[in-house]
């Protein structure tokens, strides 16, 4: 399964002190059985996205969870746009079937 993590920065995680724990931390971090497809963060420094593959749920939680006092998640699961317009075609079809 495939999710999209989007985090933004706590209040508390901005101060300076924090600010070098958090990279301390995120130095020594290895993900969790997890495949990261893209890792991206945004150019106004306040988050980022992540593109993950597992097929174990707990493992993104494992990851999350381990710098939760200084980034808010959004977890997001996703599957391929290809996925998404085969079962909108399939929901348009069955629709139209029906009088």
């Known amino acids: 399964m495939k999710y999209v ?4 920065v706590r209040d ?3 101060a300076e002190p924090e600010v070098r724990r958090l990279l301390d931390v ?4 290895t993900p969790a059985g ?3 497809h893209q890792f991206v963060g945004r150019i106004d420094n306040n988050g980022g996205f992540a593109v993950v593959e597992t097929d174990d749920p707990m493992n993104v ?4 969870s381990k710098f939760e006092p200084w980034l808010r ?3 997001y699961p996703v599957v391929d746009i290809q996925d998404v317009a085969i079962a909108n075609t399939e ?3 069955f629709r139209a ?3």
């Open 73 to 75: 998640y959004e977890v």
């Open 5 to 8: 993590i989007a985090w933004t």
């Open 12 to 14: 508390t995680g901005a």
């Open 61 to 64: 939680l494992r990851d999350v």
């Open 34 to 36: 997890a495949t990261f």
């Open 97 to 99: 079937g029906i009088s």
């Open 26 to 29: 995120f130095s020594k971090w």
């Open 91 to 93: 929901a348009v079809e």
